[in-house]
């Protein structure tokens, strides 16, 4: 069996974030598919468990880029690879949990609407800094409201698995989503700051 270069490591990393959206994405579709056909209703066991799947996967995938980073600056191997794609990588699990959770009324659809435009313009402007050879790095801000959404999700889910009721009460529900608001804000700020390191290149 070949060895795996350890430069390469967290790399390799990245990649297996990538394919763990096919799982979430199939969990989804199931938790879908057998809701529509009345087999569950909402805060029910099954629809814990599926709930509890998707906690699981995100939580993985959460640590692998933990993992990820660490080895990146252990072993010294920071790419270009990885500065372009472990951002992607991230957005590309978390938007996808963030559009089930908006689409099951768990977080406020506007919310997830503003995250994913601001990550469309973001990722689009990224691409052209790349390409620009300006440095495609995830500043200060983008790297805590990175922090502030994945434990934002993680936080909506277990309150979500443990108290599920609550979510039947719209005052609760605004208060579960405080920090998901305030990762919002962070993306907002984070996203300008990019728009700014860029403006010579895009305007």
């Known amino acids: 069996m070949k060895k795996i270069n350890k430069k390469n490591l967290p790399n390799l990393l990245t990649i297996i974030r990538i394919f763990i959206v096919a799982p979430i994405l199939i969990i989804m579709f199931l938790y879908w598919l057998l809701y529509n056909i009345g087999l569950f209703k909402p805060y029910g066991n099954i629809d814990i468990a599926f709930m509890s799947l998707i906690l699981a996967f995100f939580v993985l995938a959460m640590i692998l880029d933990l993992l990820d980073g660490l080895f990146a600056r252990i072993f010294k191997s920071i790419?270009?690879?990885?500065?372009?794609?472990?951002?992607?990588?991230?957005?590309?699990?978390?938007?996808?949990?963030?559009?089930?959770?908006?689409a099951t009324n768990i977080v406020p659809f506007w919310l997830v609407a503003?995250?994913?435009?601001?990550?469309?313009i973001v990722d689009g402007v990224r691409v052209v800094m790349y390409k620009n050879n300006i440095s495609i790095a995830a500043n200060i801000f983008g790297k805590l409201k990175t922090l502030v959404l994945t434990l934002a999700i993680i936080f909506i889910l277990l309150i979500y698995i443990s108290l599920p009721s609550y979510f039947e009460k719209f005052g609760y529900v605004v208060i579960f989503n405080i920090p998901m608001i305030v990762a919002t804000i962070l993306s907002i700020f984070s996203g300008y700051i990019y728009l700014k390191k860029a403006k010579s290149v895009i305007f």
């Open 114 to 120: 503003i995250l994913v435009f601001r990550d469309i």
């Open 79 to 102: 790419s270009n690879f990885g500065k372009l794609w472990d951002p992607l990588a991230d957005k590309i699990v978390t938007t996808s949990v963030l559009i089930f959770l908006a």
